[in-house]
């Protein structure tokens, strides 16, 4: 994820980091990346139940099978057997939070991560202040703002590779009514105050096209969505003919509803077209013709 965000980082552009909750989700984002020839980033978020292990070797072989450039992020971890268990996965990076700490101890365990990480590769994503949830907006929005100076601090004290900001956004669906205010001149003076260092934003869902556009012009390197992407799905089998064989159809429209939030994303975050090749770059094997005088 490092090679990712430090390329959109100097680009200038954003790389959606959708939530994926089974193999379904993983493909359909993955195959929406290679049509628009976009990097991405897939979420392992440990609140659903999953076999780590088994879902987090599955989706490195996906990574490693696409066309283009794709990790697989460990998110919101809290304890630090889950990110050793994710690591030993095979995922590209953790984002181990520990926003709700008092400062000195989510530097302490944050460090110790991160020195585990780097040991084998992988990057490491922390947080600073604290992105609550939207169902709360109201009392959290303020609560926990990133400040910019203890940013650039904070990085330096934990060898951190990106930065979770808090400037407005909150996780899942916001009450009716109610939209998130993004705190633009906030992320301006983190950007600057971290010597131009890669940034996330966390609940991407529910904020406005204009919004995430503005901010990945301004600093933000990641979004993470998960809330609309689920939105989408539920809509396309909603609005479907479900009825008799109709039912069978099932996987295919929460591929088009899932896949189509993910294209749309791709789009407002400026990251069509921005793939790269690498060494890793998987190439698909040629058809062999057999005849009777094939040597096999």
Not at 120 to 125: A, C, M, Q, Y
Not at 237 to 257: M, P, Q, R, S, V
Request: hydrophobic fraction near 40%; include cysteine.
């Amino acid at each position: 994820m490092k090679e990712i965000l430090e390329h959109a980082n100097e680009e200038n552009y954003a790389v959606p980091a959708p939530v994926t909750q089974t193999e379904l989700n993983a493909r359909t984002a993955i195959k929406c990346a290679e049509e628009m020839n976009s990097p991405i980033i897939l979420l392992i978020p440990l609140i659903f139940d999953y076999d780590v292990d088994l879902f987090g070797r599955y989706l490195k072989s996906l990574a490693e099978k696409a066309t283009v450039p794709v990790a697989v992020n460990h998110d919101h971890g809290s304890d630090f057997e889950s990110a050793v268990s994710c690591i030993r996965a095979g995922v590209s990076s953790i984002m181990t939070d520990r926003s709700q700490l008092p400062y000195e101890e989510n530097v302490a365990q944050v460090k110790e991560l991160v020195k585990v990480a780097h040991a084998v590769g992988v990057s490491v994503e922390a947080e600073l202040g604290h992105v609550g949830m939207a169902n709360n907006y109201s009392e959290d929005r303020d609560a926990a703002l990133t400040e910019p100076e203890l940013a650039k601090k904070f990085i330096d004290e934990t060898g951190i590779d990106c930065l979770a900001v808090a400037i407005g956004t909150a996780h899942g669906a916001y009450n009716k009514g109610q939209e998130p205010y993004l705190d633009f001149d906030r992320l301006v003076e983190i950007k600057k105050a971290t010597n131009n260092f890669p940034l996330v934003l966390h609940g991407g869902s529910g904020t406005s096209d204009e919004g995430l556009a503005k901010v990945a012009k301004l600093g933000i390197n990641k979004v993470n969505i998960g809330c609309d992407l689920f939105t989408s799905a539920i809509s396309a089998i909603k609005n479907a003919d479900t009825e008799g064989n109709g039912a069978y159809a099932l996987t295919n429209l929460i591929e088009k509803g899932y896949g189509d939030r993910v294209k749309h994303f791709i789009r407002v975050l400026d990251s069509e077209n921005r793939a790269w090749k690498t060494e890793k770059q998987y190439v698909k094997p040629k058809k062999i013709e057999l005849t009777k005088n094939t040597v096999l």
